[in-house]
T-cell receptor
């Protein structure tokens, strides 16, 4: 299967600071990146979708100015949580996808980043 | 919009026994995929099994099999010969087959505990 890395795996920050999460697809080129958020004991909820070189599309209720997504290359995407608050504490998971994954049903996931905002 | 429902928040099964996890979904589309994912304590999402909607034959992967009832929009997962390592959260998920990368819609999950 595909290898996906996320960094950092855990981060603790103070309220008001910004945190950047990196997602790398190590052995394939991800034309599309999905970012999910998972609150404790809950399911994964899609936050946004980005295509390489294009602006991200955000799901309803997700603030685009707060969650900045950059997908500048086919192997790297970043999610920046700006001016983080305790309610942003969550588990963030990236899912890089191949352009035609919709045909094959292939989905890959990063190991996730646990963000704690104090 | 698609929705996925898992009505069993928690399940327990004894080692070596069989357990079935339920999932129903709602869509007006006809071409899609259904998945079961496992999320162990490490929280890494692991694909358990995948079903293409246009295939009538139920998918199987070793001890894991599904009962896919397209008309009823039901997609249950059967785990045979349960092992302690099967203890995890299990998510049912839906994905449209659009020909390009598509998002997953997840159910709320079922926490499975395998006991001795």
């Amino acid at each position: 299967g595909a290898v996906v890395s996320q960094h950092p795996s855990r981060v603790i920050c103070k309220s008001g600071t910004s945190v950047k999460i990196e997602c790398r697809s190590l052995d394939f080129q991800a034309t599309t990146m999905f970012w999910y958020r998972q609150f404790p004991k809950q399911s994964l909820m899609l936050m946004a979708t980005s295509n390489e070189g294009s602006k991200a599309t955000y799901e309803q209720g997700v603030e685009k100015d707060k969650f900045l997504i950059n997908h500048a290359s086919l192997t790297l995407s970043t999610l920046t949580v700006t001016s983080a608050h305790p309610e942003d504490s969550s588990f963030y998971i990236c899912s890089p996808s191949l352009r035609f994954s919709g045909r094959s049903g292939e989905q890959f996931f990063g190991p996730g980043t646990r963000l704690t905002v104090l | 919009a698609q929705t996925v429902t898992q009505s069993q928040p928690e399940m327990s099964v004894q080692e070596a026994e069989t357990v079935t996890l339920s999932c129903t979904y709602d869509t007006s589309e006809s071409n899609y995929y259904l998945f079961w994912y496992k999320q162990p304590p490490s929280r890494q999402m692991i694909l358990v099994i995948r079903q293409e909607a246009y295939k009538q034959q139920n998918a199987t992967e070793n001890r894991f099999s599904v009962n896919f009832q397209k008309a009823a929009k039901s997609f249950s997962l059967k785990i045979s010969d349960s092992q302690l390592g099967d203890t995890a959260m299990y998510f049912c998920a839906f994905m449209l087959n659009t020909g390009t990368a598509s998002k997953l819609t997840f159910g709320t999950g079922t926490r499975l505990q395998v006991t001795l």
